[in-house]
């Protein structure tokens, strides 16, 4: 009866065509981000090259000589690669002592934490750069560094914490009985129990660090300089360059959006800390 | 040393560390902004140099609050944050709704669908209001262009053409000008965000109670008040999620503001502060705190209204 009442003509035939449809649309703009970034430049403003092009990789391919991609895709590497390990190897530890020992206080420090996230980054703009010139760390890949570690530690540490919880706390506990000492603990019950967890959170904090434009565009100027800001240095070119700046935004973007297709169902738990499953 | 002493001191380098990126950081702009601290003056040049002496007081709070900028900046920050939260949940809903059944090719639309949120901020922007915005050499140039093009070549067909010589020609929208480089951003959000908010309602809608509602249409309920009377409660709580994860994206939003509104008056907050810091940084200061002020009091309500939830 129930089966009867829902299979109506519209959720058999018109539910699905819906769906791709929104699909498509949504995944359009990045779809003509990579097929512009196969015309030229010329053709890519021309209307009656819209869809039928004679396709190029001159763009990809003088993508150094145009804006020297490999120089800031390098430096996005390293300063995601580094925070992402120091966040975890920070976060960690804090998150196994607040799963497994936690005291009256953790909760309050929890929410502490995620209120630090919501501390508007301007605010402390010109003290930041202050301080970091004034130490000599402007435009290093360190300062670099230590801001994202910092900026995505309370989210690193979050999603921990939710993964943590889930293993049963007498696992730990009988480790205790057998005189393992709490190193041993995280290296041998803790890590390799929440291996899955550890991973996606790595994945995400990566993902957040490579995607970052507030401080990497402010804290830099050539030195360090990542991704976000070789596309934010070049963002107004009117028309003159869509075909080049689609190759070189494309090349910025794919990497990822590939990495977080398979990241897509721990990205919903880890997000809402365990609160949607 | 007891058994927990070790266990929770580990948690301490994570709390040292916030502690102090929180701190050393907004206590300096507390000090900048009671003091007068310009980069250049060549008239005053001790003002260049932070010290007690060039004591303000509240000085600075009273330039920024009588700054024309300032009510537009807050009143934009609002305005642009309220829009898309409001987009991105009803958009999510519908969408996840309309997708959360089987159907051919679901894996793939779900990889399709997700693929916005993790497209980098300058990216997007940078994509949005040059290929597809342009109000010539976008998308949107182009299409507006040709539907003119077909307008006016059908007026010049016998019978038919009076009637398409009635109608104008169709102007594109410029989505730099003040006014709608804040629907641009919103639009650029909304798209990145919308995602988002599909893929968590879409697996909180996994978890719904089927039976509940086949005994609801055994009861002759129909599609509607199934929706709205088992569907969107069962919602409540990934919404509230949704809407405080985003208010914490959000609030400090800037790439896409300093991209698409290059001087045409489409303020932020944020988008004021690096304004101000060009030279009076303690203007700069005190609209910091005001934004700190502002972020406060989003964050206790949502914080209160949410955390709650989260703990459970």
Request: proline share 12%; no cysteine.
């Given at each position: 009866m129930a089966i009867v009442a829902t299979t109506t003509k519209f959720s058999v035939y018109g539910r699905p065509v819906l769906a791709w449809i929104v699909g498509l649309l949504f995944f359009f703009p990045i779809f003509w981000l990579v097929l512009t970034s196969f015309k030229t430049d010329a053709d890519a403003v021309k209307p009656e090259f819209l869809f039928f092009f004679t396709p190029t990789l001159d763009n990809y391919l003088n993508m150094t000589e145009n804006y020297d991609y490999w120089r800031f895709a390098t430096n996005s590497v390293i300063t995601s690669v580094f925070a992402t390990i120091f966040a975890l190897a920070v976060g960690i530890p804090s998150a196994y002592a607040m799963a497994f020992?936690?005291?009256?206080a953790t909760k309050d420090v929890l929410m502490w934490m995620l209120s630090t996230k919501m501390l508007p980054a301007a605010a402390v703009l010109y003290p930041m750069t202050f301080l970091t010139k004034s130490l000599g760390l402007f435009d290093t890949h360190f300062m670099v560094i230590v801001v994202l570690m910092l900026i995505n530690l309370p989210i690193v540490i979050w999603m921990l914490f939710t993964y943590f919880k889930e293993i049963p706390k007498d696992i730990i506990e009988a480790g205790q009985m057998d005189g393992v000492n709490t190193w041993g603990e995280v290296k041998e019950i803790l890590i390799p129990l929440a291996w899955g967890g550890i991973a996606s959170t790595a994945l995400l904090c990566f993902i957040f660090c490579w995607n970052e434009a507030y401080w990497t565009v402010r804290l830099t100027?050539?030195?360090?300089?990542?991704l976000s800001k070789l596309i934010e240095g070049n963002r107004a070119p009117e028309g003159l360059f869509f075909g080049r700046l689609s190759a070189v935004s494309a090349a910025a973007v794919g990497p990822i959006v590939v990495l977080g297709w398979f990241c897509q169902k721990q990205l919903v738990q880890g997000l809402t800390f365990g609160a949607v499953k | 040393m007891s058994n927990r002493t070790l266990p929770r001191l580990l948690q301490t380098p994570a709390v040292i560390l916030l502690l102090i990126w929180m701190l050393v950081p907004l206590s300096l702009t507390l000090y900048f902004s009671f003091i007068r601290y310009v980069l250049n003056n060549l008239r005053r040049p001790e003002w260049t140099t932070p010290s007690f002496s060039n004591w303000r007081g509240f000085g600075n709070y009273e330039f920024v609050l009588n700054s024309k900028d300032f009510l537009l900046a807050i009143q934009n920050s609002l305005f642009i944050v309220g829009s898309i939260l409001f987009l991105t949940v009803a958009l999510g809903v519908l969408i996840a709704v309309m997708i959360n059944k089987a159907f051919p090719g679901q894996g793939i639309v779900r990889v399709l669908l997700i693929s916005?949120?993790?497209?980098m901020p300058a990216v997007n922007a940078v994509l949005w209001i040059n290929m597809?915005?342009?109000?010539?050499?976008g998308l949107q140039g182009l299409a507006v262009a040709g539907i003119n093009d077909l307008i006016a070549s059908l007026?010049?067909?016998?019978?038919?053409g009076w009637f398409f010589s009635l109608w104008p020609e169709i102007e594109p929208i410029s989505f730099r000008a003040t006014q709608t480089s804040a629907i641009a951003v919103i639009i650029m959000v909304t798209w990145q965000w919308t995602p988002f908010a599909v893929l968590i309602f879409m697996t909180s809608l996994q978890s719904e109670d089927q039976q509940q509602k086949e005994a609801a249409v055994l009861d002759g309920a129909g599609t509607w008040s199934q929706f709205r009377f088992l569907t969107l409660p069962h919602l409540g709580r990934p919404i509230a999620i949704v809407v405080m994860i985003q208010a914490i994206f959000h609030l400090s939003l800037y790439a896409e503001i300093e991209i698409v509104s290059r001087?045409?008056?489409?303020?932020?907050l944020p988008y004021l502060i690096g304004e101000f810091a060009n030279n009076n940084i303690g203007a700069a200061s005190a609209t910091g705190i005001f934004a700190v002020i502002l972020a406060n009091i989003v964050a206790i309500f949502l914080l209160r209204m949410i955390g709650k939830t989260l703990m459970e």
């Open positions: 020992n936690p005291s009256r100027t050539t030195e360090a300089a990542t | 916005p949120f993790f497209v597809i915005l342009d109000p010539v050499l007026q010049g067909a016998p019978v038919v001087g045409n008056g489409n303020k932020n």
